[in-house]
């Protein structure tokens, strides 16, 4: 019998003023903020460190602020998706892997790599890349062990670390091709699927389901409601029988109600929060 698969729903990022006083209780200390976030969602994207290398210390402050079963997605760096446009990036995919977010412990959930729109899609840098990314935690060790050490010394701790995985979010029409599919199930790195009017494509293309919700894919919409809702959970359940873990993130420009949004859909699947 198949394994149901695992659900987590949440949003990009923590801080956010309109969510105090909204989804953020009034007078909430800011520094309490992500344990509230997290007390309520099932998992949260950092994207600081696309901006930027993180200490393993803020990994891991992160992490205690978390309850169990919590997972944080990370945000690869543009540094390599959007400057080295996947090329050349080895050292760059070393450095950051070493740079602490195996601090993450069991709240480390998939590295994702939003690559920027004018990248077009080419088979062999693409290829390239994929055949970099870690997905065994010895690999994943032997690869941050090639880290310039000039820098901070690695970060090779793995305590509590289980599941190293990768989705990628391709925004160059060129990507929405069987081929590139293919070469993803190769890899077993997921296709982000991103729920709008420009990319309706909902392939699958690893054992788990990575979602950046921008939508919802129709032309008159300005944010999701109760039947956008109901068609997500839709969408979600066959996944989730067969046996995939999902992860889905309300990244939509109401990102005021990202929140609500992400709680709404965990509770038409059925799921609770972590919660304290």
């Known amino acids: 019998m198949t394994q149901s698969g695992s659900f987590r729903s949440g949003t990009a990022g923590w801080v ?7 989804f953020f209780p009034t007078g909430l200390v800011q520094k309490k903020e992500l ?3 997290a007390g309520k969602l099932g998992t949260i994207e950092i994207n600081a460190t696309f901006r930027g290398p993180q200490k393993p210390e803020s990994f891991a402050r992160w992490a205690s602020e978390t309850p169990p079963d919590f997972v944080f997605s990370v945000k690869g760096p543009q540094l390599i998706t959007h400057i080295r446009r996947l090329k050349n990036c080895r050292q760059d995919l070393a450095n950051f892997f070493a740079s602490g977010p195996l601090a993450l412990g069991d709240r480390l959930g998939p590295f994702v790599w939003q690559l920027p729109p004018n990248l077009a899609y ?11 990314l870690p997905h065994a935690l010895d690999a994943y060790l032997a690869l941050a ?3 310039d050490t000039g820098k901070a010394p690695p970060f090779v701790d793995a305590k509590g ?9 391709m925004r160059h029409p060129s990507f929405q091709t069987p081929e590139v599919d293919e070469l993803l199930s190769r890899y077993n790195v997921a296709r982000v699927i ?3 009017v420009a990319d309706p494509r909902r392939s699958l293309t690893a054992d788990f389901a990575y979602c950046r919700l921008q939508g919802p894919a129709r032309p008159d919409a300005t944010g999701y409601d109760p039947e956008d809702i109901a068609a997500l959970a839709s969408t979600m359940k066959p996944w989730l ?3 995939h873990d999902v992860f889905a993130y309300f990244v ?6 990202a929140p609500a949004n992400a709680m709404a859909l965990a509770a038409a699947l059925g799921k609770a929060p972590p919660g304290p």
């Open 241 to 243: 029988a067969a046996g």
């Open 35 to 37: 344990a509230f976030a």
């Open 16 to 22: 956010y003023a309109p969510w105090r006083g909204s």
């Open 252 to 257: 939509h420009e109401d990102k005021l109600h």
């Open 122 to 132: 080419d088979p062999d840098s693409m290829a390239g890349f994929l055949a970099q």
């Open 194 to 196: 991103s729920d709008t």
């Open 145 to 147: 062990g090639e880290a």
């Open 161 to 169: 670390v289980t599941k190293i995985r990768h989705a990628i979010e």
